[in-house]
């Protein structure tokens, strides 16, 4: 199958048009399911069947079109015919596992447009579905026998059959079933979705950084020693636990997996943390907290047990949690508690035993408020101390926001990074945090062109001009054409 991406403003073509890589808040696309450039023999899948001869792209004077001529043949060898007399087949094709483009859901389809020519008048509706999840929807307007029909669809309109499965209209792929459910002898030239979507800040983080310009900090665990005891004493001062506990045998800096010689920060404890690494990050000259636009490494989730050291006798095997990613202040109990730290999380890793890259956005992060005691300071800026020459404090309260700002002044800071939880053990490389000057202020709010804006149609979704008086449907939306 051929999909044709006609894409109104792609990240590129945005990066092209305005300076600093801009981004547009709203991203529509059209995704195109065409026959006319499909091989000759193509099957589709019958409505509950395998890829099926009645239902294959032929070669006709128009071109190459899909073509549904299913027959059903009966015990007596006759063909069965509906009402009409003409050929039935009470069925619907289907593409498996149809697959939008990345970035979008079911969620976000405004419309589907077929493009369908019937050559039998027996007036079967033409309908669309989503296989396991919906009922059909019917096209409910007229249609013209041996003439190309456009048919629109509003999506919203499918409703959830009795008994089948639930739907919540966010799914990337999905059985997408269409058809004359008991007609035959029709074609289908294509199928359009329309596709619309608020352009998440991680998109426009994705767009807006340049990894050409950008200064990255780098852990490279091939510069740490590897782990051991030394004097009979366990060292790992480069990692250690979130909380900030160092010197443990179960997060160390050791050689990978079997197979891959380079050293990494290996996680062996079980349980809810992460490797902290002590190393604070540095911001290059310049940049601040405020400056970081993406934290990425690589991560490798065994099937090995791990081990609490003050449990040796207690192996814990599992599938971990998400990788994450923990922001701190300069040392591990610093504004960011154990307790009460900020986080961004990752997917869940698909598959064990292989290296998998994660990303991390910072713009992602849900800043919590923050209490604390805070100094006491004179006329000259200094602590004033007490009769014990102690510092003397107040209580002080940041709310989220105020926690973000003032973390986005630092230029030094720490993170850590794994799993939460981490049950099998695992292992982290090629830690790099990206900072680029410029951040929201480089994404600019631009109006998305819209594919579908010129495209009128009235309540039975039928195309119109705008000299079409009464309800139109456009982009997806419902206009009185006055």
């Given at each position: 199958?051929?999909?044709?991406?006609?894409?109104?403003?792609?990240?590129?073509?945005?990066?092209?048009?305005?300076?600093?890589?801009?981004?547009?808040?709203?991203?529509?696309?059209?995704?195109?399911?065409?026959?006319?450039?499909?091989?000759?023999?193509?099957?589709?899948?019958?409505?509950?069947?395998?890829?099926?001869?009645?239902?294959?792209?032929?070669?006709?004077?128009?071109?190459?079109?899909?073509?549904?001529?299913?027959?059903?043949?009966?015990?007596?060898?006759?063909?069965?015919?509906?009402?009409?007399?003409?050929?039935?087949?009470?069925?619907?094709?289907?593409?498996?596992?149809?697959?939008?483009?990345?970035?979008?859901?079911?969620?976000?389809?405004?419309?589907?447009?077929?493009?369908?020519?019937?050559?039998?008048?027996?007036?079967?509706?033409?309908?669309?579905?989503?296989?396991?999840?919906?009922?059909?929807?019917?096209?409910?307007?007229?249609?013209?026998?041996?003439?190309?029909?456009?048919?629109?669809?509003?999506?919203?309109?499918?409703?959830?059959?009795?008994?089948?499965?639930?739907?919540?209209?966010?799914?990337?792929?999905?059985?997408?079933?269409?058809?004359?459910?008991?007609?035959?002898?029709?074609?289908?030239?294509?199928?359009?979705?329309?596709?619309?979507k608020?352009?998440?800040?991680?998109?426009?983080?994705?767009?807006?950084?340049?990894?050409?310009?950008?200064?990255?900090?780098?852990?490279?665990?091939?510069?740490?020693?590897?782990?051991?005891?030394?004097?009979?004493a366990?060292?790992?001062?480069?990692?250690?636990?979130?909380?900030?506990?160092?010197?443990?045998?179960?997060?160390?800096?050791?050689?990978?997996?079997?197979?891959?010689d380079?050293?990494?920060?290996?996680?062996?404890?079980?349980?809810?943390t992460?490797?902290?690494?002590?190393?604070?990050?540095?911001?290059?000259?310049?940049?601040?907290?405020?400056?970081?636009?993406?934290?990425?490494?690589?991560?490798?989730?065994?099937?090995?047990?791990?081990v609490?050291?003050?449990?040796?006798?207690?192996?814990?095997?599992?599938?971990?949690?998400?990788?994450?990613?923990?922001?701190?202040?300069?040392?591990?109990?610093?504004?960011?508690?154990?307790?009460?730290?900020?986080?961004?999380?990752?997917?869940?890793?698909?598959?064990?035993?292989?290296?998998?890259?994660?990303?991390?956005y910072?713009?992602?992060?849900?800043?919590?408020?923050?209490d604390?005691?805070e100094?006491?300071?004179?006329?000259?800026?200094?602590?004033?101390?007490?009769?014990?020459?102690?510092?003397?404090?107040?209580?002080?309260?940041?709310?989220?926001?105020?926690?973000?700002?003032?973390?986005?002044?630092?230029?030094?800071?720490?993170?850590?990074?794994?799993?939460?939880p981490?049950?099998?053990?695992?292992?982290?490389?090629?830690?790099?945090?990206?900072?680029?000057?410029?951040?929201?202020?480089?994404?600019?709010?631009?109006?998305?062109?819209?594919?579908?804006?010129?495209?009128?149609?009235?309540?039975?979704?039928?195309?119109?001009?705008?000299?079409?008086?009464?309800?139109?449907?456009?982009?997806?939306?419902?206009y009185?054409?006055?």
């Amino acid at each position: 199958m051929k999909f044709h991406y006609l894409k109104s403003l792609s990240a590129l073509a945005l990066a092209g048009m305005f300076a600093a890589n801009a981004y547009a808040e709203t991203l529509s696309q059209e995704f195109v399911i065409d026959f006319t450039q499909q091989e000759v023999g193509f099957k589709l899948n019958s409505f509950w069947g395998d890829p099926n001869d009645h239902m294959a792209v032929v070669a006709t004077d128009e071109g190459n079109l899909l073509l549904v001529d299913g027959v059903t043949v009966l015990e007596d060898g006759t063909e069965a015919v509906n009402e009409a007399g003409y050929p039935s087949w009470s069925t619907m094709t289907r593409y498996e596992n149809l697959t939008l483009p990345s970035g979008f859901n079911f969620g976000n389809v405004l419309l589907i447009e077929v493009e369908y020519k019937p050559t039998q008048p027996d007036n079967v509706p033409f309908a669309i579905q989503l296989r396991g999840a919906t009922d059909p929807l019917n096209f409910e307007g007229d249609v013209v026998v041996n003439e190309w029909n456009t048919l629109a669809f509003d999506p919203a309109e499918l409703t959830t059959g009795e008994g089948s499965d639930a739907y919540t209209g966010t799914p990337t792929s999905f059985d997408f079933c269409m058809g004359a459910n008991g007609s035959t002898n029709y074609y289908i030239k294509q199928v359009t979705f329309y596709l619309e979507k608020e352009v998440t800040q991680r998109e426009k983080d994705e767009a807006a950084l340049d990894k050409s310009t950008a200064a990255c900090v780098e852990f490279n665990f091939d510069n740490y020693e590897v782990s051991g005891e030394v004097d009979g004493a366990f060292s790992s001062p480069y990692v250690g636990s979130n909380g900030g506990g160092i010197n443990r045998p179960d997060m160390i800096i050791d050689k990978g997996p079997e197979g891959y010689d380079n050293n990494c920060a290996h996680i062996i404890y079980q349980g809810w943390t992460q490797i902290f690494i002590t190393e604070p990050v540095v911001a290059p000259e310049g940049y601040t907290f405020d400056d970081l636009r993406l934290v990425e490494y690589d991560i490798y989730e065994t099937d090995i047990p791990g081990v609490d050291y003050t449990q040796p006798d207690n192996p814990v095997s599992g599938r971990n949690g998400a990788p994450i990613l923990k922001l701190k202040e300069w040392y591990a109990w610093g504004w960011c508690p154990n307790n009460d730290g900020s986080s961004c999380g990752n997917s869940r890793l698909p598959s064990v035993n292989e290296w998998h890259h994660v990303e991390f956005y910072p713009s992602a992060y849900e800043w919590k408020e923050r209490d604390f005691e805070e100094n006491v300071l004179d006329e000259n800026g200094e602590p004033v101390l007490d009769e014990e020459g102690k510092n003397v404090t107040t209580p002080a309260h940041w709310d989220a926001d105020q926690v973000r700002d003032e973390f986005g002044k630092l230029t030094s800071f720490n993170i850590s990074i794994g799993f939460f939880p981490c049950l099998s053990q695992t292992y982290v490389d090629n830690v790099k945090l990206w900072f680029q000057k410029g951040g929201e202020e480089a994404v600019e709010s631009v109006e998305a062109v819209k594919a579908a804006n010129d495209v009128l149609y009235n309540v039975f979704g039928q195309r119109v001009d705008e000299s079409y008086r009464g309800i139109v449907i456009k982009n997806g939306k419902k206009y009185i054409n006055k």
